[in-house]
């Protein structure tokens, strides 16, 4: 069983670094590797202005890279968000939404029957065609049944889980989450993957680095192409971090998570760089939403200037921060101020390597390489949707967001604790009631006006240029959408992780009880 010390996690480390090698790769095929934080915030950054300025190693990436201003997901929850980036598709397109409710955010708890769909195409599977190895580090959240892991959605190899760290659960009732080696679980969360929630230490973190690392390196010694897909979830509630980071934080434990991150991040471009492959590795960092307010302050970060967090289609629960790193092709230092998504994430990866994207499906993704090369200075003036489940919150064009409806949460949750602005109220916007504005929606101009504080007078000349502009995009984007088949619909306590594979070499099956299915209940 791989359970590694932080003894055994230094040495392997001092293993890696003693490997490096004086030759550069003869691959022709650049690798690619996506850094994709969980939960993590636009205002965590110090290159974002985070006042405590703890993460100089993104905050050199910067410098060395290109900086977004204006990066959105395309989501403002996990799952769907993963499944877009890895899809090149808006959630409502490739199922990763429900029906059950209108407008309401879902995901894949491991009570969840569906998962990523075998007519998406994931960005592994279209890479194959140019000889690529791929690897998933962290957590998926694209569905836990068999059928939907990584290996079999085109991945070569995978550590992590399925699900998120949430736990410890009585194995009775609730199994904890499995952590996998590919296809077979070496364990779970909170048992043999300690995570101690009242101290926060867990060596998840150095167990995910390290095997990004080996993974370059095998890759590299073999001269194959490579795509890391590294998603590790140390600032997910409950947040985590190993001993050597907890309590160095201004920040508290979430700020002590994301120091561990920004070191990681560190350690993996300080590897392309001293196995000379820097030049031929795109890496993009981003994350999978806004930060969680409902968790601050101990466990959630910041968003910055912008309006509520994780959960709503504010600027707080969907803008990221996003950096681009290609020495040798992007011009460090530089800024750009594109709309761009996680879901040219998709495109831009197969451009990079030389791959046209797939000409049967409706794809979301733009292929950002004239800007990252520096070949245009913008692309077309597109823009970004806002969904939240199965509506059509907002949409962006330039500096101006029209929002058709608004709703942050409900006032049942609300009175019971549950707040997704704290703090940030704004009357008639971050509403409590699911309020429609689809005939005069609310419309900000983000640039004087990125907190979305200040809406625009329906009588000025500016709001009904504005409305001139976005409604027939609207009109369009609707007109032309095809949704996908609902995949978050349906729950089933049979479906839970009571018997993953490898579970009997471990002892660690349980009894699956009788199938008793539901429509899932989505309160938000």
């Known amino acids: 069983m791989r ?16 490997s490096v090698t004086e030759k550069t790769s003869n691959v022709s095929s650049p690798n690619i590797i996506i850094l994709l934080m969980d939960d993590m915030g636009w205002g965590d950054l110090g290159v974002f202005g985070q006042l405590s300025k703890e993460t100089p190693n993104l905050d050199a990436m910067a410098a060395q890279g290109m900086l977004f201003q204006n990066f959105y997901t395309a989501n403002p929850l996990c799952s769907p968000s993963r499944a877009a980036l890895l899809t090149g598709r808006l959630p409502v397109r490739n199922g990763f939404y429900t029906t059950n409710a209108h407008a309401r955010n879902a995901y894949t708890p491991q009570e969840i029957v569906g998962g990523i769909s075998k007519d998406e195409i994931l960005i592994p599977q279209r890479l194959k065609k140019k000889g690529y190895v791929s690897k998933i580090v962290g957590k998926w959240h694209l569905g836990h049944r068999p059928q939907y892991l990584p290996l079999e959605n085109g991945f070569d190899e995978w550590f992590g889980a399925p699900d998120c760290h949430f736990g410890p659960y009585n194995s009775s009732i609730r199994p904890n989450i499995p952590v996998y080696n590919n296809s077979e679980m070496l364990g779970r969360y909170y048992e043999e993957f300690k995570i101690d929630k009242k101290t926060g230490e867990s060596n998840l973190t150095q167990m995910y680095l390290v095997e990004g690392l080996d993974f370059i390196v095998r890759q590299t010694e073999a001269q194959r192409p490579f795509f890391l897909y590294w998603a590790a979830d140390a600032t997910h509630a409950p947040v985590y971090a190993s001993k050597r980071f907890l309590g160095k934080s201004q920040r508290g434990r979430y700020g002590d998570a994301v120091m561990e991150l920004d070191y990681s991040v560190g350690q993996i471009l300080s590897l392309l760089q001293s196995q000379g492959i820097e030049n031929n590795t795109f890496v993009f960092f981003t994350s999978d939403n806004g930060a969680a307010l409902i968790s601050c302050p101990n466990e959630g970060g910041s968003n910055g200037p912008f309006l509520c967090g994780k959960e709503t289609t504010f600027e707080g629960g969907m803008r990221e921060p996003a950096i681009a790193w290609w020495p040798g092709h992007i011009k460090g230092g530089t800024v750009n101020f594109q709309l761009a998504n996680v879901m040219d994430l998709f495109t831009t990866s197969l451009a990079v390597a030389g791959i046209s994207p797939p000409d049967d499906r409706a794809l979301d993704g733009l292929d950002l390489t004239p800007v990252l090369l520096n070949r245009s200075h913008a692309l077309q003036s597109r823009p970004i949707f806002y969904y939240r489940g199965n509506e059509l919150m907002a949409v962006r064009l330039g500096e101006y967001k029209a929002h058709y409806w608004t709703w942050s949460n409900s006032w049942e949750e609300f009175n019971n604790g ?30 004087r006006d990125p907190g979305e504080k200040y809406p625009i007078s329906v009588l000025t000349k500016e709001y009904q240029d504005v409305l001139s502009r976005i409604s027939p ?8 959408l ?19 594979a490898g579970c009997e070499k471990l002892g660690k099956c349980f009894k699956v009880p009788k199938s008793e299915p539901w429509k899932c209940d989505w309160p938000h």
């Open 3 to 18: 359970l590694m010390s932080t003894v055994t996690l230094t040495l392997f480390y001092a293993l890696i670094c003693c």
């Open 418 to 447: 549950v707040n997704f602005c704290p703090g940030q109220e704004v009357p008639g916007v971050t509403t409590h009631d699911q309020k429609e504005h689809t005939l005069q929606p609310i419309i900000f101009h983000l640039g």
């Open 473 to 480: 995009v609207v009109e369009q984007h609707k007109k032309t």
């Open 482 to 500: 095809v949704p996908g088949v609902p995949q978050l619909n349906m729950c089933d306590v049979a479906v839970m992780n009571w018997a993953p």
